[in-house]
């Protein structure tokens, strides 16, 4: 089994014996906003109902995540998934940035970057990354996420400075009030997702002048900050994974143009690809 796991959502790939592979999604799971019950709870009724018809227990199991990133909080996902697995023999855990890395650029070298829920960037030799920014979070970083896009267009929406016509259909759409706002932002789990909510709002309006500045603003900024400092962005060609590279491809083409950096592969999700390289690992 092989799992690619953000905030919001984990894909899940199941090789039987035979080759044949199988889909499963469920929420996303995050040691960093999620304790370890939590993410038993996950499992066990989202996960778990969905391997029952399994002709053999899953034994090794590749786990990429988000929040994944040092041993600690890797092993306390590894045992949570021991716990809901219990025939598992292998279990790797590993950052979604070396996920992402391997599903986009394979053996290859390149610049590798997530833009879903969360943003992050690294450079990866083929092997393994070898440089990367260190991300700050939801309310500290993630530029030219999902996360950053709504909360940048729900900032817009009330200090007034989208344009009448946008303000106007924002406010048909979402009838959001200020207490509303700050409760989910502050008090409710997962502000990162619930900012991310809006971003279909910018992709039904991306040829607005506003929207395509937003959008613009926000993949420079991203760029500028995780991509443009690596000696090796030059180079190599920048590739994107996530939700957001996905829906966004045109005006992010034309930030990574416009910085003057080379375009490679976008992939709304890398777990296919991984399956593709764990089948072809050395």
Request: net charge negative; with cysteine; hydrophobic share 35%.
């Amino acid at each position: 089994m092989i799992a690619d796991s953000g905030s919001t959502k984990t894909d899940w790939r199941v090789v039987d014996a035979s080759g044949q592979t199988r889909t499963i999604h469920t929420d996303g799971i995050n040691p960093y906003y999620q304790n370890t019950e939590q993410i038993i709870s996950t499992l066990q009724t989202q996960l778990l109902p969905q391997l029952t018809n399994e002709a053999d227990p899953v034994t090794d199991l590749f786990f990429y995540g988000a929040g994944c990133a040092n041993p600690t909080v890797n092993q306390r996902v590894a045992d949570a998934l021991r716990i809901v697995l219990p025939a598992l023999q292998t279990v790797a855990v590993e950052s979604d940035m070396l996920g992402a890395a391997r599903g986009a650029s394979g053996y290859e070298p390149g610049i590798v970057c997530i833009l879903g829920t969360g943003s992050n960037a690294c450079c990866y030799d083929g092997q393994a990354i070898t440089r990367g920014i260190q991300s700050l979070g939801f309310w500290l970083g993630d530029e030219g996420s999902g996360g950053y896009l709504g909360k940048t267009l729900v900032r817009d929406f009330f200090q007034n400075q989208l344009p009448s016509g946008l303000h106007d259909a924002f406010q048909t759409r979402y009838a959001l009030d200020r207490a509303t706002l700050l409760e989910n932002a502050y008090q409710k789990p997962y502000p990162n997702r619930y900012f991310a909510g809006f971003t279909p709002f910018l992709s039904e309006s991306i040829q607005h002048p506003h929207i395509v500045r937003l959008l613009n603003d926000a993949f420079s900024r991203f760029l500028t900050i995780y991509v443009c400092p690596f000696p090796e962005a030059r180079q190599w060609p920048v590739h994107f994974v996530g939700s957001i590279a996905k829906y966004f491809a045109e005006p992010l083409t034309s930030a990574v143009k416009q910085v003057g950096l080379t375009m490679g592969r976008t992939l709304k999700a890398p777990a296919d690809q991984l399956v593709q390289y764990h089948r072809n690992e050395p």
